[in-house]
């Protein structure tokens, strides 16, 4: 099976209907197609990573100067993707004798066999958490090969390290345990367009893929964990980051098990991913933006902001680089498109994925731009953590007065009683709802109305939240008396928010 020829993609088209595709349609047809999708955000932005690692290779030095033109075309230029494909299309065969494409060659079943659930992060496998599947490890349902080609993907930009391999003990893979962000379009090629980075021809000619190095990876290679230096882009989005084979049927159409072990590592990259965001520390030096357990990333949205050069070095935030290289090209074309900012991430407990995510949240063009929009967002950003405080502790109030007796509660039992409340998660369900339209419209009004009217969100998912506490308060006396005291705070916060509206005060 050639990916490059063969369909795998998973995809959506104008339509709405999904199907698969080849590599090379996907790309020499992306206005037709809305957007890769799949069930697994790790695979989704794994695909969307190949994509890119092609486009760098053969437009990379080219988008500065025509990229604008290729917008209004709403294609790339077909012949060079084509003598690309020509030249290295025997390369994405997942099966080929001499070299497979992103695996090792000569690396043979009995050294590191394992079922082909070992390369999904979702299968239970291993000490994977048995969070979406029940199956064994000894005996996995056969995988299509157009799977097992979005799984190595996958297994290649997010697998998580820290175990002993065959070779050396497994590093995470580039991606693994960063927010990867991706600015997406009204279809396809608009998305793929608006997040590749122009390159110098220096930097392009520095740059290369896996496939196109010189010779296959070999055992040889790989037992001795090799480091190699960061050239790019491209080979940082296909930096075979296991030793994986795949080991198909006797058709070539089914696969069972595979190979994997420890792969290459990359030096010389910290900072350097163009779709990571990067907090800057004074004994780290570049830290990746990470997802948290508890908190949607929409709260720290400012962190991304554009900045110039200079502000990169005092801000303490350095903002994904394909943000940058997408408000440059929409600045050129002047279009109306608002895009959308699309993230993709894992949150781990050192080698095992407790969730993933895929979140999204629209762009207005002020927030493609170093704007005063930004100050409204940090501003009321921080609002919503302030009264999401307030919540807190008026639930802890109320958990306090409910464990109350002849002694002082025991505080863990009375976090543990928190914990278990719904007040604190509708707040942000309802403020994340909201935000989605508020942020859209940013720009589009100025900065103190569009705080006004946050002002009032706030308020309403605080009031409507702490609604939901008639729920878990016992219909006794102690219990409303509790009641009453607890809400003593949010009836305050309420007032502060809209002193013009006397009716926010009722919050029962």
Known sequence: MNISTDAFLPVVDRFGTSRRVSLGAALSAAGNFGAIHHPSPLVTVACYRLLLAVLQRVFGADVAEHGASWWVAGRFPPEPLNAYFEEWGAHFDLFDARRPFLQVVDLPPELSRRPWTALAAEKSSGNNKTLFDHALDADPEPLPAADAALYLLAAQAMALGGGRSAFQYTAHAPAATAVLALITGENLF????????????????????????????????????????????????????????????????????????????????????????????????????????????????????????????????????????????LSRVRSGLKPRLTVFGQCTDKAKVELWRCESVPLSQALLNDSDAWDTIRSVLALAEDQAKVLHDACYRLAFEQKRGALEPDPKAVRALVQTFPMLPMYWAILGAAFNDWVSNLGDEDSDAARQQ??????????????????????????????????????????????????MEDVT
């Open 190 to 329: 608009q998305t793929l367009l608006l997040n590749l980075l122009p390159q110098s021809r220096a930097e392009h000619e520095r740059d290369v893929t896996t496939w196109e190095r010189g010779g296959a990876l070999t055992v040889e290679h790989m037992q001795g964990g090799p480091t190699v230096g960061y050239r790019g882009p491209a080979q940082l989005y296909s930096l075979p980051a296991r030793s994986i084979r795949l080991f198909p049927d006797a058709v070539g159409v089914m696969v069972n098990h595979v190979g994997l072990a420890s792969g290459e590592r990359l030096k010389d990259a910290e900072g350097k991913d163009p779709m990571v965001s990067y907090r800057m520390d004074a004994e780290r030096g570049p830290v990746p933006m990470q997802l948290h357990y508890e908190r949607a990333f929409w709260r720290d949205l400012h962190a991304l902001r554009p900045r110039s050069a200079t502000a990169h070095q005092t801000s303490g935030h350095t903002p994904p680089a394909v943000l940058r290289a997408a408000a440059t090209l």
């Open 454 to 503: 946050w002002r009032k969100e706030v308020a309403y998912a605080l009031r409507d939240a702490w609604r939901l506490a008639d729920r878990v308060v016992p219909a006794t006396y102690r219990g409303d008396r509790s009641l009453y005291e607890a809400e003593k705070g949010i009836r305050r916060a309420l007032v502060a928010l809209t002193p013009q509206d006397p009716s």
